[in-house]
């Protein structure tokens, strides 16, 4: 069971730890800063006592000691401890706001500490489960995330449900090759038992003629010719479709490295001019770097310009390779000729459906061979009709294939 990969997807944005940090400060500030504002209210009614009428009486009272002729040293003290308690007074009334504050700062930074203590501890299977969808993005249902049995909250729990939601999409996955598999080799089988069905046919006929051929008459060398090199024909058919699977069968892994795609592009233009009917045009442009093989490359564009010139006619106009580069990252290249056209859109596996090819000489195998490539290079290959006639192939790859792709 593999592990989560630590590294490789991009850190979310922080927002929830934000609006947390928000909530916590908002829920316990706004209940500190009410009862501070009470509690200063009520201090300051407190302390707003004034001691003036104690004054007074103090007056009275050292008024009448002076004309009795009795000491007043308590009254000082009395005077002098009610001065204090003034000061005091006066000195509490201006702190208590200070006070009040520093306490809901204190309290702030507090709660701005818990609140992304609390954002990392809920974080952190959040991490981990991004991980696991970083990982599921590009294809490996292999992972499996860390976590204890039996789950001890519901963020733990929700890691042990993407766990066993990835083992079911690995089944489903396997079970989707296999059925897929099984598909392939229904339609190989199919499109054999057609196209052998022809040549076979034929040399049944050939063997029939063969041998109803009357034993007292002399041989007719000429229908014995006809009758041999009808049989060599389809003979030969049916080496060149067992060459061509072979062919398809073997074809090598590919190996990737920078690859100048214009340059490319125009050797095979040059290999295909010779022989085509009408001149094979490369549109100008600047060069275009990419990561891929260049074999598969030239198998590829290959088998896309052989088939178009092999439909175009003499009348018909040039067929033109024209190099795109996009800003989705990708690299266009579009083939264009001027013969019958296909009728609609083929791409994906409509391409490896039909496995033959009605051309004389053909094997039907240019497409499904031209379709391995791409997808081995992570692109898309789609055939659509022309805007004046004809066919228009159109080949994305990305600059750098996937990484699931590459081999070495």
């Keep these: 069971m593999r592990r989560a990969p630590s590294m490789g997807p991009p850190p979310p944005p922080p927002r929830f730890r934000r609006r947390l940090l928000a909530v916590m400060l908002l829920t316990g500030l706004i209940p500190l800063v009410l009862l501070g504002a009470l509690a200063q209210g009520v201090l300051e009614r407190v302390l707003s006592v004034s001691i003036a009428p104690v004054e007074a009486v103090l007056d009275g009272v050292s008024a009448d000691l002076e004309r009795r002729g009795l000491s007043q040293d308590a009254l000082d003290d009395a005077r002098l401890n009610l001065a204090q308690a003034e000061l005091a007074r006066r000195a509490l009334v201006r702190r208590v706001p200070a006070f009040i504050a520093v306490l809901g700062l204190v309290s702030g930074v507090v709660l701005a500490v818990a609140a992304l203590l609390l954002g990392r501890v809920l974080m952190r299977p959040v991490g981990t489960l991004i991980d696991g969808m970083w990982a599921y993005s590009r294809g490996d249902l292999s992972v499996r995330l ?19 939601m990835g083992q079911e999409l690995l089944g489903q ?14 339609d190989v089988a199919r499109a054999l038992a057609h196209e052998l069905k022809n040549p076979l046919t034929a040399m049944k006929l050939s063997l029939a003629r063969l041998s109803r051929q009357d034993d007292s008459a002399p041989p007719d060398p000429t229908r014995l010719a006809d009758a041999v090199a009808l049989l060599q024909e389809e003979v030969d058919l049916l080496m060149r479709m067992t060459q061509s699977f072979s062919t398809f069968a073997r074809l090598p892994a590919p190996r990737f490295q920078d690859v100048g795609l214009r340059a490319l592009l125009a ?57 795109l580069s996009e800003d989705d990252g990708a690299v266009h290249v579009t083939v264009n000729d001027g013969g019958r056209g296909v009728p609609e859109v083929l791409e994906g596996a409509v391409l490896t459906r039909g496995l033959f090819s009605t051309k004389p000489g053909g094997s039907g195998l ?14 898309t290959l789609r055939l659509e009709p022309g805007a004046s006639g004809g066919t228009r192939a159109l080949v994305a790859l990305p600059r750098v294939p996937p990484t699931s792709q590459v081999t070495s």
């Design 267 to 323: 050797e095979v233009c040059a290999l295909y001019a010779g022989t085509s009917p009408v001149p094979v045009e490369l549109e100008p442009g600047p060069e275009v770097q990419l990561r891929a093989d260049p074999d598969g490359l030239r198998r590829l564009f290959g088998n896309l310009v052989k088939n178009a010139a092999e439909a175009s006619g003499p009348d018909t106009p040039p067929v033109r390779v024209a190099l």
């Design 146 to 164: 860390a976590v204890p049995e039996p789950p001890r909250d519901e963020l733990q729990f929700l890691l042990g449900q993407f766990n066993r």
């Design 173 to 186: 996955r396997e079970r989707l090759k296999a059925a897929e598999q099984i598909a392939a080799w229904q």
């Design 366 to 379: 240019g497409l499904p061979i031209a379709q391995k490539i791409v997808h081995e290079h992570g692109g």
